[in-house]
């Protein structure tokens, strides 16, 4: 199990990306400022999530620190829309870099092929999630239902892919809001998302021959993916 420590001072951010990561079998470490990093032994991370806009010391300075004692693949987080941040992270032995708002399934997508890079291509592609008759690969970022390939966009297909990472619980609105759009407490999210589910709800059942529409509605809270029976 790879281990990654996420470093950002957003609390309800590295709240939002351990859950994430940890559903897809990461394990997850947290620091909320620059110095906290430190707390962790690099030698015992495959790799670092590491937010530029820290307290106490800045993403860079930690960088720097780094890689005086490591080569532990980082990968950096940046809301500033700057090519000079990246050009300076790169050249100071920063691995990737991923904008805020950050997109949980871009993020994980990056640290997998950061892994795979620094691993000489030993990580293993994830395998494909199965629940009922409903498929999806996350690689290559397509679904099935039984033999019928669905038509998704990149947002259907993360709002699925988080619906059946959680199915039999249930998934706020907010909570998907974050996994297809990248956001929490969006202006509108509530809305976004209702007219996100409704999508993937007729891709669904168009190829649904037996069995119920499998994402129930749970009025006032989020939605649910139904377990097939046993």
Request: charged share 30%; hydrophobic share 45%; with cysteine.
């Amino acid at each position: 199990m790879d281990r990654i420590l996420l470093v950002d001072d957003d609390v309800a951010l590295v709240d939002m990306l351990r859950e994430y990561l940890e559903q897809d079998g990461f394990a997850v470490d947290a620091a909320h400022d620059g110095a906290a990093c430190f707390d962790h032994a690099p030698e015992e991370l495959d790799l670092i999530v590491l937010d530029v806009m820290l307290p106490k010391l800045s993403g860079f300075d930690v960088l720097k620190r780094l890689r005086q004692r490591s080569d532990v693949p980082v990968i950096m987080l940046t809301a500033r829309d700057d090519d000079v941040d990246r050009i300076v992270g790169f050249e100071i032995g920063a691995d990737d870099y991923v904008p805020k708002p950050v997109n949980p399934r871009e993020l994980v997508s990056r640290i997998r092929a950061v892994l795979r890079r620094v691993n000489g291509g030993a990580n293993k592609a994830p395998a494909d999630l199965q629940v009922g008759s409903v498929r999806l690969n996350p690689t290559a970022r397509v679904a099935w239902n039984g033999e019928w390939r669905l038509d998704l966009t990149s947002a259907e297909f993360s709002l699925l892919e988080h619906l059946l990472r959680g199915a039999g619980r249930i998934i706020s609105r907010d909570e998907l809001s974050a996994a297809a759009f990248g956001r929490h407490h969006a202006a509108g999210a509530d809305r976004n998302v209702d007219t996100l589910v409704s999508k993937v709800r007729r891709k669904l059942d168009a190829t649904i021959i037996d069995g119920e529409q499998p994402i129930k509605t749970i009025r006032n809270v989020g939605y649910l993916y139904a377990l097939p029976p046993s």
